[in-house]
């Protein structure tokens, strides 16, 4: 995809997909934390006592509370943004999604909560506390975030953030390989059905609402966003910004 080679690209992702045992997980917040997820193809893994990280303690919030770590990522308000209405499958900001801004963080898309800490998350026995004056609220220096959110995907739960952790990083899983697939068949603006099939592939995991067949431009909005989506902090925004030309250009935030 890299070099433009479309239709070499989806051949040898429709490849994978047709001759894998893998398989989509059905628990999408599970597949970054356990070992042997179904669909993860290539990982590093890591073990007590001899192989851990410290991604826990990193992204792990920073608090006044009785949890509290180096509070290392700060998902932004553009990346919530683009988690859908999980009813309608329609942006916040579209008429008919929806979204109650008294309410905004309920009926999204169920991997913003699998991904995700915002004020009034239940995470580690606690609510989490982003609003200003809060526990972990909002500070202009020290660890404590500048976005009023913090990062839930790919931390594990159930372990002191204090000790060594040991999840796995994921270097290429399934969900990648039909998004690809789909980014090469729209490019090549062929076969746009399949490249739908593939797209709703992912969203089905997810519970969220199918796409339809539409123009080439609205399937690489669509697929961009998905990519966005599923994908995050995975590593590979920064490349698909540079793969898609889009660097300073107002649609890097959607």
Same mark, same amino acid.
């Given at each position: 995809?890299?070099? %433009? *080679?479309?239709?070499?690209?989806?051949?040898?992702? *429709?490849?994978?997909?047709?001759n894998?045992?893998?398989?989509? =997980?059905? $628990?999408?917040?599970?597949? @970054?934390?356990? =070992?042997?997820?179904?669909?993860?193809? @290539? $990982?590093?893994? @890591?073990? =007590?006592?001899?192989?851990?990280?410290?991604a826990n303690l990193f992204n792990t919030p920073k608090s006044t509370a009785s949890v509290s770590g180096w509070g290392g990522t700060g998902p932004t308000q553009n990346l919530v943004?683009?988690?859908?209405?999980?009813?309608?499958?329609?942006?916040?900001?579209?008429?008919?999604?929806?979204?109650?801004?008294?309410?905004?963080?309920s009926g999204r898309?169920?991997? @913003? $909560?699998?991904?995700?800490l915002y004020d009034g998350s239940q995470w580690k026995g606690l609510t989490w506390e982003f609003r200003p004056g809060g526990a972990a609220g909002i500070a202009t220096s020290g660890d404590f975030t500048r976005t009023g959110y913090g990062l839930r995907k790919m931390i594990q739960?159930?372990?002191?953030?204090? =000790? %060594?952790?040991?999840?796995?990083?994921?270097?290429?899983?399934?969900?990648?390989?039909?998004?690809?697939?789909?980014?090469?068949l729209i490019e090549s603006d062929t076969d746009l059905g399949l490249a739908v099939d593939a797209i709703n592939a992912v969203r089905n995991r997810a519970n969220m609402p199918p796409i339809v067949v539409g123009s080439q431009s609205e399937l690489r909005t669509r697929v961009r966003r998905e990519r966005r989506v599923e994908l995050a902090f995975e590593e590979h925004r920064f490349w698909d910004?540079?793969?898609?030309?889009?660097?300073?250009?107002?649609?890097?935030?959607t």
């Open positions: 995809m890299y070099e %433009g *080679k479309y239709t070499e690209s989806a051949t040898a992702s *429709k490849q994978v997909l047709d894998t045992s893998r398989t989509l =997980d059905s $628990d999408y917040e599970s597949v @970054f934390v356990t =070992d042997g997820a179904s669909e993860v193809i @290539f $990982d590093t893994q @890591f073990s =007590d006592p001899d192989k851990t990280h410290w943004d683009q988690y859908e209405m999980q009813a309608t499958g329609l942006l916040p900001e579209e008429a008919g999604s929806g979204y109650d801004s008294n309410d905004p963080y898309d169920p991997r @913003f $909560d699998a991904s995700i739960e159930d372990r002191n953030h204090n =000790d %060594g952790s040991t999840q796995h990083w994921i270097h290429l899983r399934l969900a990648e390989v039909y998004l690809n697939y789909a980014e090469a910004i540079r793969r898609w030309g889009i660097a300073g250009s107002p649609e890097v935030l």
